[in-house]
């Protein structure tokens, strides 16, 4: 069988690939078991995307912070059976989902050939899986990130078709970037009601700040670098819903609305002023978090590159 010697630091865990991993026609047991206790494939894939949306982390041991006080079993289940649109009656319960998640699995990009990648499925305590120390980062620090080594690790669970690694990761990109693109919507917005909301209520020299010009100027722009970053996020999302060839639209999305939520977080911040860098208030933590946008899914330098290939090819 082939082995997997990887000793770079890499997530640990990718939730942004469970879609791909079902399109490459993966039979996990892990919802292959979920289906057979509900017998409902929608319910026990959506079961499985929350967990690994939620507690990915836990593919590989490690531990967010926080969480150990939850019971994640019943609550991704309760949220499910409550989802929009699904409102299922089944008798799965948490110890039910606790005990098949023990089967999870983590996808491995790794190089069988001298030109060529492949995807593997490397399961949870296999031998020479080892996970590092967790890094400590500036933002997003409710997920953990953590160093993962294999060491002659078997790789005896291959993922789709040996050698078509680049091709998958490209339609996993793709999708991961539009993601991101939301992901930096969602901070952008964040930041922009709460620079509103203190513009109105800051007073200075006898009125609010946001009748300021100089205020203004700041929420207009941030206004604008939103809603053009949201449409163009929608515009990728659809074309991603109908199958469309979406690998320059993503990236387009993705390097707009990160870089645009980038501009929208530091412009709140200077609507703070000097509460802008104080942890009393939320803006110090989106201008952090938002960095991961940034970098996340391509930076922004290697998107400008692959949009200017796909115009010139």
């Not at 006080?69 to 008798?91: N, Q």
């Not at 990130?145 to 294999?150: G, W």
């Not at 979406?246 to 645009?260: H, P, Q, R, T, W």
């Amino acid at each position: 069988p082939l082995l997997v010697s990887v000793r770079s630091g890499a997530r640990a865990s990718m939730p942004g690939m469970m879609d791909t991993i079902l399109n490459l026609g993966l039979n996990d047991t892990t919802v292959q078991g979920m289906i057979a206790l509900t017998g409902n494939p929608r319910f026990a894939w959506d079961c499985y995307r929350r967990f690994v949306a939620m507690y990915g982390d836990v593919v590989l041991g490690c531990k967010p912070e926080g969480k150990d006080e939850v019971d994640p079993f019943e609550e991704i289940l309760e949220e499910t059976k409550h989802a929009k649109g699904v409102h299922i009656d089944t008798e799965l319960t948490a110890e039910d989902l606790q005990g098949l998640v023990g089967k999870f699995k983590a996808a491995v990009l790794a190089r069988t050939g001298a030109k060529e990648l492949s995807f593997f499925l490397v399961e949870k305590g296999a031998a020479g899986l080892e996970v590092g120390r967790g890094i400590d980062k500036m933002g997003v620090r409710s997920s953990v990130t953590s160093e993962v080594s294999f060491n002659e690790t078997p790789a005896t669970c291959l993922l789709g078709e040996r050698g078509q690694g680049f091709a998958y990761l490209r339609e996993i990109l793709a999708e991961i970037r539009v993601v991101t693109a939301a992901l930096a919507l969602g901070v952008a917005r964040a930041a922009l009601a709460e620079a509103i909301a203190y513009a109105k209520e800051r007073v200075q020299f006898g009125q609010p700040i946001a009748r300021f010009q100089a205020v203004q100027a700041h929420l207009a722009d941030m206004a604008v670098d939103l809603e053009a970053a949201r449409r163009l996020t929608w515009w990728a999302a659809w074309r991603s819903d109908q199958g469309l060839p979406n690998d320059d639209e993503a990236g387009m999305a993705k390097l707009f609305a990160s870089e645009a939520a980038l501009r929208v977080c530091d412009r709140a911040a200077r609507v703070f002023a000097s509460y802008g860098f104080a942890k009393e208030y939320p803006v110090e933590r989106y201008l952090r978090d938002v960095r991961f946008t940034l970098i996340g899914g391509g930076t922004s330098e290697i998107l400008k590159i692959n949009i200017a290939r796909g115009l010139t090819r």
